[in-house]
């Protein structure tokens, strides 16, 4: 189990030392704002009017898709979900990739072992998420059955940790 954390702790470890990411000052937003690889992400915590809730006190543990993890839904979907009738539907879609708590690479190992190979997370929108090994990944499997792979861990913020995963998870 700990090397399948190691690899993509490095990458984060890299990640910091390059200054793509700072110390503990920044909030999960913060963070998120000045990565290049979550501009939709943002764009979409701004849309639904979260970054208040995500710079409060937490703590949070953020699933952050990268931008090309929204460019594999379906054409036209993240233009309608950034609609301000679609605010709701929305809010529901990116409150699904947080989960309360400050959940880091260990404690989604110590959970996977627990369960059995599998550990279910319950996200602040409600809804359920489950981490797995898929080889010496680790995978977020959504209620629809679709698949998204860590790929960089325990960013860490103020109020939170951010886990970099390369799909879009999506509730019922």
């Known amino acids: 189990m700990k090397k399948v954390f190691f690899g993509i702790f490095a990458f984060a470890v890299l990640a910091i030392a390059s200054g793509s990411v700072s110390a503990q000052k920044k909030t999960i937003v913060d963070i998120a704002v000045g990565s290049p690889d979550h501009t939709t992400l943002v764009a979409a915590i701004k849309a639904a009017d979260l970054v208040g809730t995500l710079s409060g006190n937490g703590p949070f543990t953020?699933?952050?898709?990268?931008?090309?993890?929204?460019?594999?839904?379906?054409?036209?979907?993240?233009?309608?979900?950034?609609?301000?009738?679609?605010?709701?539907?929305?809010?529901?879609?990116?409150?699904?990739?947080?989960?309360?708590?400050?959940?880091?690479?260990k404690a989604v190992a110590k959970a996977i072992k627990a369960g059995n190979g599998?550990?279910?997370?319950?996200?602040?929108?409600?809804?359920?998420?489950?981490?797995?090994?898929?080889?010496?990944?680790?995978?977020?499997?959504?209620?629809?059955?679709?698949?998204?792979?860590?790929?960089?861990?325990?960013?860490?913020?103020?109020?939170?940790?951010?886990?970099?995963?390369?799909?879009?998870?999506?509730?019922?």
Request: hydrophobic share 45%.
């Open 62 to 105: 953020v699933f952050a898709p990268v931008n090309s993890a929204f460019d594999k839904l379906p054409a036209g979907t993240v233009p309608t979900l950034l609609k301000a009738e679609n605010k709701d539907m929305l809010t529901k879609v990116l409150t699904y990739h947080v989960v309360a708590g400050n959940l880091d690479s």
């Open 118 to 172: 599998k550990a279910e997370l319950t996200t602040v929108s409600g809804g359920k998420l489950w981490a797995m090994l898929e080889g010496k990944n680790v995978v977020l499997m959504d209620e629809k059955g679709g698949k998204a792979t860590v790929t960089a861990v325990d960013l860490k913020g103020s109020n939170g940790v951010i886990h970099v995963i390369d799909s879009v998870v999506l509730p019922n």
